[in-house]
T-cell receptor
Framework: QKEVEQNSGPLSVPEGAIASLNCTYS??????FFWYRQYSGKSPELIMS????GDKEDGRFTAQLNKASQYVSLLIRDSQPSDSATYLC??????????FGSGTKLNVKP | EAEVAQSPRYKITEKSQAVAFWCDPI?????LYWYRQILGQGPELLVQ????????DSQLPKDRFSAERLKGVDSTLKIQPAELGDSAMYLC???????????FGPGTRLTVL
């Protein structure tokens, strides 16, 4: 079982819609959770971090964490074609070890 | 805005040759990471430094890979000899401390022929 699981996609949404990206993790004592965006051929860039249960909003992005279900998600409202990229979920456990998922590819169609 | 620097950006080499990658983290960041990312996969940690000390190199193929961060600032990752399966993006990241957010450099795209 992988430490972090993501659906590889592609997830296709029309422009202006809400894109929902999901991630599950296996280590119950995981402490910190991150979403990175990666354009093709580029390096990952941080979108959001979340550390406690609930929702965290930043502009069009909302991260949701449910530690009991070992589930973290990213919602992108009013999706734009420029949001088309691979979204990586990363998790840090209490030994300060990071694990990345394999990413979900998002296509936003004009 | 401070950034992680990496060089070279692209490297083409023949198998059995030696290659080296350099990384300069964001100033003041104590933790430095080297990752390998194969196309279509997530980054895989190769080695993690805390200052000049290695804290995790469990996934580093030590028969051919080596990494150092002698003064606790910049770092070098070396592969000798390179193999065809080493073709990948090599990413360097840094964070203020071990549990903090990681910031990535632009990466080095390695092609082994």
């Amino acid at each position: 079982q992988k430490e972090v699981e993501q659906n590889s996609g592609p997830l296709s949404v029309p422009e202006g819609a809400i894109a929902s990206l999901n991630c599950t993790y296996s280590d119950r004592v995981s402490q910190s959770f991150f979403w990175y965006r990666q354009y093709s051929g580029k390096s990952p860039e941080l979108i959001m971090s979340i550390y406690s249960n609930g929702d965290k909003e930043d502009g069009r992005f909302t991260a949701q964490l449910n530690k009991a279900s070992q589930y973290v998600s990213l919602l992108i409202r009013d999706s734009q074609p420029s949001d088309s990229a691979t979204y990586l979920c990363a998790v840090s456990n209490n030994f300060n070890k990071f694990y990345f998922g394999s990413g979900t590819k998002l296509n936003v169609k004009p | 805005e401070a950034e992680v620097a990496q060089s070279p950006r692209y490297k083409i080499t023949e198998k059995s040759q030696a290659v080296a990658f350099w990384c300069d983290p964001i100033s003041g960041h104590a933790t430095l990471y080297w990752y390998r990312q194969i196309l279509g996969q997530g980054p895989e940690l190769l080695v993690q430094f805390q200052d000049e000390s290695v804290v995790d190199d469990s996934q580093l193929p030590k028969d051919r890979f080596s990494a150092e961060r002698l003064k606790g600032v910049d770092s070098t990752l070396k592969i000798q000899p390179a193999e065809l399966g080493d073709s990948a993006m090599y990413l360097c990241a840094s964070s203020e401390d071990r549990s903090d957010t990681q910031y990535f450099g632009p990466g080095t795209r390695l092609t082994v022929l």
